[in-house]
């Protein structure tokens, strides 16, 4: 498992990584990937990672999928 949470981690981190993709491959919710970093990332780090990740269209699918439609016309 532990495996699974190093592998989840670098994902998470990764800007061009959505929540989905995550869930996709690990079968796991966005709520359950803030909960891994958090138990697993230094307080700091995780406080940058949530500032980097909250409202980033690149993290959800159907926002970045939408909005480059719209910037596309």
Known sequence: ???NIDSIIKLAWHDK???EKIHRLYGISEKEVILI???NLKPNSFKNWRKR??????KHEKKSKFL???NSK
């Open 1 to 3: 498992m532990s495996e």
């Open 17 to 19: 990584s959505s929540f």
């Open 37 to 39: 970093m958090r138990k």
């Open 53 to 58: 990740v909250s409202g980033r269209k690149s």
């Open 68 to 70: 480059d439609k719209i």
